[in-house]
């Protein structure tokens, strides 16, 4: 796969600061912050896209409380998508750096890659059925409903198992980037 190695040919340390910055950056904005996020999770916690397995009754149970936070819900929708894209990259360029500084690229460890697209993917999709049932252009019970908690799931799964991958290479390679500066100097 082309992206794969192109990732870990790319990767540095540069790359994944830079990443991680503009991911804390914006979290803050999106989540931290009073905003869109607060207003909507304040009126309707827990939202949907924050539970894993297949609660009976959500989103309906969400969106029934989220009143007039529902604009602010739907604007987070589409605040979401950079969110999405930053916490993937973030992932992939701290499991590329891993790899490349490990020596592991021509391994099967490689196809973590793909956990970050997964993430992705997911993301945005699980955002448009969020969005279209808070906005009432589909039911938001029955297929959509099971859909949406299908993407959420998946979408929880690549996110953790991916944060994990990637800390664990950014250990791997902080390590392995320490011994060759030892080796350098001595």
Same mark, same amino acid.
């Given at each position: 796969?082309?992206?794969?190695?192109?990732?870990?040919?790319?990767? =540095?340390?540069?790359?994944? /600061?830079?990443?991680?910055?503009? %991911?804390?950056?914006?979290?803050?904005?999106?989540?931290?912050? @009073?905003?869109?996020?607060?207003?909507?999770?304040?009126?309707?916690?827990?939202?949907?896209?924050?539970?894993? =397995?297949?609660?009976? =009754?959500?989103?309906?149970?969400?969106?029934?409380?989220? =009143?007039?936070? +529902?604009?602010?819900?739907? &604007?987070?929708?589409?605040?979401?998508? @950079?969110?999405?894209?930053?916490?993937?990259?973030?992932? +992939?360029?701290?499991?590329? /750096?891993? $790899?490349?500084?490990?020596?592991?690229? !021509?391994?099967?460890?490689?196809? /973590?890659?793909? %956990?970050?697209?997964?993430?992705?993917?997911?993301? &945005?999709?699980?955002?448009?059925? %969020?969005?279209?049932?808070?906005?009432?252009?589909?039911?938001?019970? !029955?297929?959509?409903?099971?859909?949406?908690? *299908?993407?959420?799931? &998946?979408? !929880? *799964?690549?996110?953790?198992?991916?944060?994990?991958?990637? $800390?664990?290479?950014?250990?791997?390679?902080?390590?392995?980037?320490? &011994?060759?500066?030892?080796?350098? +100097?001595?």
């Amino acid at each position: 796969m082309r992206f794969i190695s192109r990732s870990i040919e790319k990767a =540095g340390w540069v790359k994944f /600061l830079v990443s991680f910055l503009f %991911l804390f950056a914006y979290s803050y904005w999106a989540f931290i912050r @009073p905003g869109f996020w607060t207003r909507a999770s304040d009126a309707a916690a827990p939202l949907p896209e924050t539970l894993q =397995g297949f609660p009976e =009754g959500e989103p309906a149970r969400a969106f029934a409380l989220l =009143g007039e936070a +529902t604009s602010d819900y739907l &604007i987070f929708q589409a605040v979401d998508i @950079p969110f999405a894209f930053l916490n993937a990259m973030m992932i +992939t360029a701290a499991i590329a /750096l891993g $790899l490349k500084a490990l020596k592991l690229s !021509g391994t099967p460890l490689r196809f /973590l890659l793909i %956990l970050p697209l997964l993430l992705f993917t997911s993301e &945005i999709f699980e955002d448009a059925l %969020l969005f279209l049932m808070a906005a009432d252009y589909i039911p938001d019970v !029955g297929a959509p409903a099971i859909a949406q908690q *299908a993407l959420t799931n &998946i979408k !929880g *799964a690549a996110a953790m198992l991916g944060t994990v991958c990637a $800390l664990a290479a950014i250990i791997g390679a902080g390590i392995s980037s320490l &011994i060759h500066l030892f080796r350098k +100097t001595s």
